[in-house]
């Protein structure tokens, strides 16, 4: 039989329990579930492996606090950190999970110097950008996760207006992770036929209003963040790594020239197969589309710029 393959997720909150729970569902590979906080790993890996002659699956699962336990992992996915609390500045964001992201960093880089990282702790953008820094992996073995997420919420929201099942439905989001990133509506379609010939435009802004601002919706009703979702997002794109899947998928990938942008992470098309983000999609954006994108490049910039700045 040939050997599993090893998912590792640092952090082993919502989100990554979520994903985790996914990989095992599908035995894509033995899991580890790493966290700083002892018992939450273990219990929620012992919990998880106690369903599995439930559903006759034979992978391993292990919790652990030792990082070390994340030794060669061929995918890691890191959840660590901190969220944005009440009176919490950005900048202080920045400094708390940028210090996380250096801990984790080198974590990585000593005991799975090969692995494929997927990044998903906020701010999304300048998090995946610092562990690339740390690590010295190359562009296509670090990658966030976001476009996943945005993209999946447009299309629900999208099926619901329009009264069709979400299969129906393509489309895809780019830029920052934040307020400012970009639905592509020349790329949107439903059954084939462009959206903007299906909705009139001022419902489609006030859907694409409503995906900007998924994440915010879902924390204002639950008082948390969203992670049935965005851990199901997750799993996506390592179900495309691990199975070698060549799947294209928006995702935030390290930009050298592509798009016009150079030395950046941006959301945008990417192909995951095997060997990571093997490529990166070019497409043609409208002259509007272009526009949005390029000013949500500069945010992740200042992004940034402000962490190199709090972080010295």
Known sequence: MAKRKKIAFIGA??????????????????????????????????????????LGIDVD???STDIKDIAGAECIVVTSGSPRKPGMSRDDLLKINAGVMNTVGNAIKAHAPDAFVIVVTNPLDAMVTQIKRVTGLPKGRVVGQAGVLDSARYRTFLA???????????????GGHGDDMVPVRS??????????????????????????????????????????????????????????????????????????????????????????????????????????????????????????????
């Open 160 to 174: 619901s207006e329009l009264g069709v099942s979400v299969s129906s439905v393509n489309a895809m989001v780019l």
């Open 187 to 312: 790329y949107t379609t439903c059954g084939g036929v462009p959206i903007e010939k299906l909705i009139e435009p001022k419902r489609l802004e006030e859907i694409e209003t409503r995906t900007r601002n998924g994440g915010a919706e879902i924390v204002n009703l639950m008082k948390t963040s969203s992670y049935y979702a965005a851990g199901t997002a997750v799993y996506r794109m390592v179900e495309a790594f691990i199975l070698d899947k060549k799947e294209v998928l928006p995702a935030a990938a390290y930009l050298e020239g592509e798009y016009g942008v150079k030395g950046l992470y941006a959301g945008v098309p990417v192909i995951i197969g095997g060997e990571g983000v093997e490529r990166i999609v070019t497409i043609d954006l409208t002259a509007a589309e272009r526009r949005a994108f390029e000013s949500s490049v500069a945010h992740v910039k200042e992004l940034v710029e402000a962490m190199d700045k709090v972080i010295g």
């Open 61 to 63: 699962v292990i919790g």
């Open 13 to 54: 909150g919502n989100v990554g329990a979520t994903c985790a729970h996914l990989c095992f569902l599908r035995s894509l590979g033995d899991i580890v579930l790493y966290d700083i906080i002892d018992g939450l790993p273990q219990g929620k890996a012992l919990d998880m492996l106690e369903s599995a002659p439930v």
